[in-house]
């Protein structure tokens, strides 16, 4: 009879600590950028002209942008955000509506002067930085895209690692129209490359030239392993902005 008590106290304990492990189990949750918005800055009034917000992300070394042509009054300004350093940045240049618009904007960064030139179409088609000169990150090239109000921009940074080389990795891309845009570069090198492509159903970004997927979303993060032309490359980047 003791034996059989005995019996019984051993199991009790031996569950009791099971449980007790279970619960003391920490998921931990998918990352979630804090500072990041929810919501579209572009205004609705702005969707078919040059106006509005224009966001992007910056190579050479990484970073972000984003520029406001008049979207909610009379200013036009820009914030770049570069390897964690906020510059802002402005511009003299006043928008004609129908007219394409090409204008310098200056700012300074570590008490350095910036110039960058951007340049867009008549109702906001083809936003480009034309020419940079940025202290510290020479050869900078940039991925921009014109936010439309009912659909929020998101901006990643990340690498993209082949072998021995690690790029650059970083893209835009809109949950709402399920497209993205993105850039690449070697660290260290000159110049960059565009790629861009589709979100499908899972959240994987599928890659507009190989129809393969290239990483996948969850939540905030991005992540996945495709196969380059020497090997497999590994992606990794979360949403800065």
């Given at each position: 009879?003791?034996k059989?008590?005995?019996?019984l106290i051993?199991t009790?304990?031996?569950?009791?600590?099971?449980c007790k492990k279970?619960?003391?189990?920490?998921?931990t949750?998918?990352y979630?950028c804090a500072?990041?918005?929810?919501t579209p800055d572009?205004?609705?009034?702005?969707?078919?002209?040059?106006?509005?917000?224009?966001k992007?992300?910056?190579?050479?070394?990484s970073g972000?942008?984003m520029?406001d042509l008049?979207?909610?009054?009379?200013?036009?300004?820009?914030?770049m955000?570069i390897?964690g350093?906020?510059?802002?940045?402005?511009?003299?240049?006043?928008?004609v509506?129908?007219?394409?618009?090409?204008?310098?904007?200056?700012?300074?960064?570590?008490?350095?002067?910036i110039?960058?030139?951007?340049?867009?179409?008549t109702?906001?088609?083809?936003p480009?930085?034309?020419t940079?000169?940025i202290p510290?990150?020479?050869?900078?090239?940039f991925?921009?895209v014109?936010?439309?109000?009912?659909s929020?921009?998101e901006?990643?940074?990340?690498t993209?690692?082949a072998?021995?080389e690690?790029?650059?990795f970083?893209?835009?891309?809109?949950?709402?129209?399920?497209?993205?845009?993105g850039?690449?570069k070697?660290?260290g090198a000159?110049?960059?490359?565009?790629f861009?492509?589709?979100?499908?159903?899972?959240?994987?970004l599928?890659?507009?030239?190989?129809?393969?997927?290239?990483?996948?979303?969850?939540s905030?993060?991005?992540?996945g392993v495709f196969a380059?032309?020497?090997?497999p490359?590994?992606?990794?980047?979360?949403?800065t902005f």
């Amino acid at each position: 009879m003791k034996k059989i008590h005995l019996f019984l106290i051993v199991t009790i304990i031996i569950s009791f600590s099971a449980c007790k492990k279970t619960d003391d189990t920490v998921v931990t949750p998918p990352y979630k950028c804090a500072t990041c918005k929810t919501t579209p800055d572009a205004m609705a009034a702005n969707d078919g002209s040059n106006k509005g917000i224009y966001k992007g992300v910056v190579l050479g070394s990484s970073g972000t942008i984003m520029f406001d042509l008049q979207n909610n009054g009379t200013t036009i300004t820009a914030v770049m955000v570069i390897d964690g350093i906020t510059a802002n940045l402005g511009s003299t240049v006043s928008i004609v509506a129908g007219q394409p618009y090409v204008a310098p904007f200056t700012g300074t960064l570590n008490g350095q002067q910036i110039n960058i030139t951007f340049s867009i179409g008549t109702i906001g088609q083809n936003p480009t930085v034309t020419t940079s000169s940025i202290p510290g990150h020479p050869n900078s090239s940039f991925a921009i895209v014109k936010e439309n109000s009912t659909s929020l921009l998101e901006c990643f940074e990340g690498t993209a690692v082949a072998g021995s080389e690690t790029h650059t990795f970083n893209l835009i891309l809109s949950r709402g129209l399920k497209v993205y845009n993105g850039a690449e570069k070697l660290v260290g090198a000159s110049s960059s490359k565009s790629f861009n492509g589709n979100i499908n159903t899972a959240n994987e970004l599928i890659d507009a030239a190989s129809n393969k997927s290239i990483g996948k979303l969850t939540s905030d993060k991005l992540d996945g392993v495709f196969a380059g032309g020497t090997g497999p490359v590994t992606v990794s980047g979360k949403r800065t902005f």
